[in-house]
């Protein structure tokens, strides 16, 4: 039997290795060598031995309308770990237990002059996770049941913080907990989105310059989300912050009103991802949010977004404008593959205006498609003569700047 067709784990272990590394995700020899020495399928026992390995998340405890754990699809734990960057010696914390897979992973990482120490809300996880470490022979990982926000001080302080829920917001205790110099990795929501942030601890900051498409379940427990949304047509909802000033009712007639679409003349290949565009918008624009459409909707002719779930937006008043369905370029590209050409749709009063800006933020991805913005979170209490230049983003217990 060859490998293609096998189900024994260290197979199908070297085809998920494969499948990180063709995706991009693995860069570490290191994390190669832990992702082949720890066996994920043992972490979640109910699912196949194949499920185990594909490339996509696992639940094992379902929530109400969302899973409340589960295991993370392969890809984004790679790259996660490979944002943290955990050394020999490290002591690291993970917010988020799930089944445990991750914990093991960094024990692999840090070693035995290292420690791990994983912590969840759910104390069904927790037990979950206690046990599959124990059977897999990772006795040393600390497992707590408690709400992760407050970490845990009485291992502190963490070379590395890694969360694995996705949070709207930044706790004081994850800062006070993390050393000077330390990683903190953190699946932050803003603006809509939701981006893996590999933060390094400051003096009196945290500042990133790298950060990573990807979803993650919402943190519960005391960190309160400050996400709003609200349908401005039947089958469209916009997503938006607490501190922004979008009103949308303003918005309910905003597709029957005026409708102009500006193309970039820049292309992406099919499969290319061009999530950045969204990155910058939230650096300069302070309208930023998410639009999401059933497909009736854009069926119907009534938007048509480059998504029809998560498409970045810009409201401004009665208007807005998104990211269009890329159209087909008729030329194919340098080595012969299709190619599309993005643009941005607008709707309202001022929907070229802001249709064009959009647009402008394409032109700046198109420049430099790896260039990200410089991010930066202060504690909520910075005064502003205190902040560096950019567009600021106040959260409860975080100053969020965000730097082209």
């Not at 060859?2 to 995700?25: K, Y």
């Not at 693995?26 to 196949?48: D, G, M, N, T, Y």
């Not at 938006?240 to 292309?267: C, E, N």
């Not at 647009?359 to 209490?381: G, K, L, S």
Request: aromatic share 6%; net charge negative; charged share 20%.
């Amino acid at each position: 039997m060859t490998n293609a067709t096998s189900t024994r784990p260290e197979d199908l272990r070297e085809q998920m290795i494969n499948h990180i590394r063709a995706a991009g995700h693995l860069r570490s020899e290191r994390i190669e060598q832990a992702l082949r020495a720890v066996p994920r399928h043992r972490f979640v026992p109910a699912a196949s031995i194949e499920d185990a390995y594909a490339n996509k998340a696992i639940t094992i405890k379902p929530g109400q309308d969302r899973p409340a754990s589960c295991i993370s699809v392969p890809t984004v734990v790679a790259m996660m770990l490979g944002q943290l960057n955990p050394q020999p010696g490290d002591h690291v914390l993970e917010i988020g237990a799930g089944t445990g897979y991750n914990a093991a992973l960094l024990a692999e990482l840090v070693g035995d002059t290292g420690s791990v120490t994983t912590i969840d809300i759910h104390s069904d996880v927790t037990e979950h996770a206690r046990h599959a470490l124990a059977e897999t022979g990772y006795h040393q990982v600390r497992v707590i049941t408690g709400d992760g926000a407050h970490g845990a001080a009485d291992h502190a302080p963490y070379d590395k913080i890694i969360v694995t829920v996705g949070p709207w917001d930044l706790p004081p205790a994850w800062f006070d907990q993390l050393a000077l110099g330390g990683t903190l990795v953190v699946p932050m929501h803003w603006r809509g989105q939701a981006r893996s942030i590999a933060f390094t601890r400051h003096d009196t900051h945290l500042r990133a310059t790298n950060s990573q498409l990807c979803g993650f379940i919402p943190m519960i427990g005391i960190v309160p989300t400050g996400e709003h949304a609200s349908h401005i047509t039947e089958d469209v909802t916009l997503h938006w912050d607490a501190d922004q000033d979008i009103d949308p009712a303003a918005l309910h007639g905003v597709f029957t009103g005026p409708r102009t679409t500006v193309w970039s003349g820049t292309s992406v290949a099919a499969n290319e991802p061009f999530d950045h565009i969204w990155l910058w918008l939230t650096a300069t624009e302070p309208g930023t949010c998410r639009l999401d459409a059933e497909d009736k909707a854009i069926e119907t002719g009534v938007c048509n977004p480059a998504f029809s779930y998560r498409t970045p937006a810009i409201a401004e008043g009665d208007s807005l404008a998104y990211l269009a369905m890329p159209r087909p370029v008729e030329e194919p590209g340098p080595a012969g593959e299709r190619r599309f050409e993005l643009g941005a749709t607008g709707h309202g009063p001022a929907a070229a205006e802001l249709a064009e800006r959009l647009v402008e933020q394409i032109h700046r991805f198109d420049r430099d498609r790896n260039a990200q913005p410089v991010i930066t979170a202060y504690p909520a209490e910075t005064p502003d003569d205190e902040l560096p230049s950019g567009l600021l983003i106040d959260k409860n217990h975080i100053r969020l700047v965000v730097k082209p």
